[in-house]
């Protein structure tokens, strides 16, 4: 009776490591069946504990068995990536090399900059044909003014009417008679030189017997210096008789926007206002400037004993068109120069973007 337990406890190890080899050698042992792998383990009663045991719990697996095991995961992993579907497999794909991506601008090329830019140049144009007109113009008057300059002196008649005087503006003119300093008028201040002062203008009453009517005119006598401004400081700036002025015939002054106005309550003139001091003076609306030879001399030693010096017989229009003609041509031509470049400037690849083309 003991033999035979014995015998049969051998037979129960023989066929635990048995069923324990077939279990390594299939891989039941990874499997998820956790029932199967303790049938094959421990089909009737856990191993005891011991050398033994630890010997039959080692994994063992043949090198060859291994290598087949290693050539179907490769065969399984390469069933599983191209099972997925690829779009390059299809019959109409078409790569991006056939349909290559198109190059767009983000929003608008130009604004609104590059229509100011457009207006400049041709405005600039325009003012600098309206230039090449005007100087025409004052080419045309300077050229009448000096024609009425070379003529000989016309005697002023008693009465003049002050629409005519435009058609005889710049010509040369005397009149005889009494200067009535007790209404004289100081304009300024108005610079001579580089040095400050006045300019002085007295009526000259003339007497015709046979025109009993108002014949006193306004002269322009000339320029005189800041502390000669009192009469008293310039006593032979005043003759007391009869005198003869020659001159040249104005048309009235106008004023701009930047001149004050005159205060002839307190006898202060800053432009000449030829209607107001006619009718300060009772005078005609009439405005003669005394004309002298350029003499420096002369001028010197008038401005030292305070006699006005006179204005010489000359057209002294400025005509400063021809500068302003090369302005504006230039400023056109450079602004459209710009333009040009502006227009034909390729953009830069900060204002570009690829746009994906999605047909394929």
């Known amino acids: 009776m003991p033999r035979i337990s014995k015998s049969r406890s051998?037979?129960?190890?023989?066929?635990r490591s048995w069923f324990y080899f077939l279990g390594n050698h299939l891989d039941i042992m990874n499997s998820g069946n956790t029932l199967l792998r303790r049938l094959i383990v421990s089909p009737t009663r856990?191993?005891?504990?011991?050398?033994?045991t630890k010997i039959l719990a080692q994994r063992w697996v043949c090198p060859e068995c291994s290598q087949k095991l290693s050539?179907?995961?490769?065969?399984?992993?390469?069933?599983?990536?191209y099972s997925t579907r690829?779009?390059?497999?299809?019959?109409?794909?078409?790569?991006?090399?056939?349909?290559?991506?198109?190059?767009?601008?983000?929003?608008?090329r130009h604004g609104w900059g590059l229509l100011v830019l457009a207006v400049i140049p041709i405005t600039a144009f325009v003012l600098g044909s309206w230039q090449v007109q005007r100087l025409g113009w004052k080419t045309?008057?300077?050229?009448?003014?000096?024609?009425?300059?070379?003529?000989?002196p016309l005697p002023l008649p008693p009465q003049l009417n002050p629409d005519a005087i435009k058609d005889f503006d710049y010509r040369r003119v005397y009149a005889t008679g009494k200067f009535r300093h007790d209404q004289e008028m100081l304009i300024g201040p108005r610079i001579h030189d580089g040095k400050d002062g006045y300019l002085v203008?007295?009526?000259?009453?003339?007497?015709?017997?046979?025109?009993?009517g108002n014949?006193?005119?306004?002269?322009?006598?000339?320029?005189?210096?800041?502390?000669?401004?009192?009469?008293?400081?310039?006593?032979?700036?005043?003759?007391?008789?009869?005198?003869?002025?020659?001159?040249?015939?104005?048309?009235?002054?106008?004023?701009?926007?930047?001149?004050?106005?005159?205060?002839?309550?307190?006898?202060?003139?800053?432009?000449?206002?030829?209607?107001?001091?006619?009718?300060?003076?009772?005078?005609?609306?009439?405005?003669?400037?005394?004309?002298?030879?350029?003499?420096?001399?002369?001028?010197?030693?008038?401005?030292?004993?305070?006699?006005?010096?006179?204005?010489?017989?000359?057209?002294?229009?400025?005509?400063?068109?021809?500068?302003?003609i090369f302005t504006w041509y230039s400023l056109?031509?450079?602004?459209?120069?710009?333009?040009?470049?502006?227009?034909?400037?390729?953009?830069?690849?900060?204002?570009r973007r690829v746009r994906q083309n999605r047909q394929w």
Not at 216 to 227: A, E, N, T
């Open 10 to 15: 051998i037979l129960e190890v023989i066929q």
């Open 46 to 52: 856990p191993l005891a504990s011991g050398p033994a």
């Open 71 to 81: 050539i179907q995961s490769q065969l399984r992993s390469l069933r599983r990536n």
């Open 86 to 108: 690829n779009p390059a497999d299809e019959p109409g794909f078409t790569s991006i090399v056939d349909n290559p991506p198109k190059l767009i601008r983000t929003g608008r």
């Open 140 to 152: 045309e008057l300077i050229a009448r003014f000096e024609d009425r300059l070379v003529r000989a």
């Open 201 to 212: 203008v007295t009526p000259l009453e003339r007497d015709f017997e046979e025109f009993p």
């Open 215 to 324: 014949t006193k005119i306004l002269v322009c006598r000339g320029w005189i210096s800041k502390d000669k401004a009192d009469q008293r400081q310039r006593p032979e700036s005043l003759p007391t008789g009869e005198v003869t002025v020659r001159g040249l015939l104005r048309e009235p002054w106008t004023k701009n926007m930047f001149t004050p106005d005159n205060k002839p309550e307190e006898q202060k003139f800053y432009f000449p206002d030829v209607e107001q001091m006619a009718q300060l003076s009772s005078s005609q609306v009439v405005w003669v400037e005394e004309t002298m030879r350029p003499d420096l001399i002369e001028a010197y030693d008038r401005e030292a004993k305070g006699v006005p010096i006179g204005r010489p017989a000359e057209v002294n229009l400025r005509n400063n068109h021809g500068q302003y």
């Open 332 to 351: 056109s031509l450079a602004t459209a120069i710009m333009l040009w470049m502006v227009v034909k400037k390729p953009s830069s690849n900060a204002s």
